[in-house]
């Protein structure tokens, strides 16, 4: 069904020759002058060469930006100069003073979120409710294990899933990062870089296992996630930093699944309805990004460094230019 979505098709022209017809509408460009851009691990594996996507070159990286609209296309309608916005992917990059956007990638900022809380919505937030609800059919009154809570994406899903009836358990790995998470949304944390943190995580759900694991390193987890699951549990594969061996009996005796996420993958009407449950979630007073450190554009190489080797999150990094 996506595929044959997303594969262009060819259309007839007046001359009665084929022509391939767009994959999208035609974009609505606008211009937007960045205050902050959100770093996401992924626009390291992009920039180090070694990813599966490459990007045409020039290359300038940042999908997650939040300013003020400097100007719009002549078709577009919904915005306009001087609207504060946030975007979940831009054409020209935005670790820049200015980037430009799809406007169907462009969304209003509350007037209750600055602009780094506005960086820090894109690829987190919808990548947590894809994980949750469009991939994981989460539900009111199971459980979740944000395994890495402390991060962009992990305290957008403590927040998401305690807003939406879920009990909480999320892990960091430094204390303050457990407090952060547990001023989140969660229930209970736990400490991933203590040796005994899997047999506290088993005590605290008990024979019962847990519902739903939002997976942040899979490389490392995914055959000790197996083991916490509840009958028909999943894991979802968000991250992953290499391969790791797992025993496919774990999944046989509860009939349990690892679903991978891929937030690239989502369709329009995907997005729609992910960004209108997220702005509700802003307006609500629910949804609230927490930025952790920040940096000025210049020290971009230094933010890359450190999101990969942190010595422990406490939320989402983001660019000021
Ligand atoms: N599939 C997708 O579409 C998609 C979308 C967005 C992100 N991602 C991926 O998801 C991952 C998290 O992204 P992010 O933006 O939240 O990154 P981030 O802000 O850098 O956070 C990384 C998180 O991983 C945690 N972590 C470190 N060691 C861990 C361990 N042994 N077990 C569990 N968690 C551990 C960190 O905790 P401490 O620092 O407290 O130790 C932190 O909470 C990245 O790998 C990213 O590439 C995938």
Redesign the pocket.
Known sequence: MRGRRRRARSVRTPRGRCAPRPRFPPEQPVLIQVHACGV???ET?IRSGNYARKPALPYTPGSDVAGVIECVGEHVTAFKKGDRVFTTGTISGGYADYAVAAANRVFPLSDKLDFRQGAAIG??YF?AY??LFQKGRAKAGESVLV??????????TCQIARACGLKVLG????EE??NIVLRNGAHQAFN??EANYIDKVKEHTGMEGVDIII???SN??LATDLQLLSYGGRVM?????GPIEINPRDTMSKESSII??????ETEEERHECATALLDGIEAGWLKPIV?SEYPLEKVVKAHED??H????????VLVP
């Open positions: 996401n691990p992924v594996y690829i987190p990548t894809r994980a395994h890495g809570a402390s991060g962009g994406v992990g305290i957008a892990t960091a790995g430094t990062g457990m991933h870089r997976e942040m390193l490392v987890n594969v968000v991250g992953s930093r991978g996420v891929s937030l690239f993958l952790g999101i990969i942190s010595s422990g999150a406490r939320g989402k990094m």
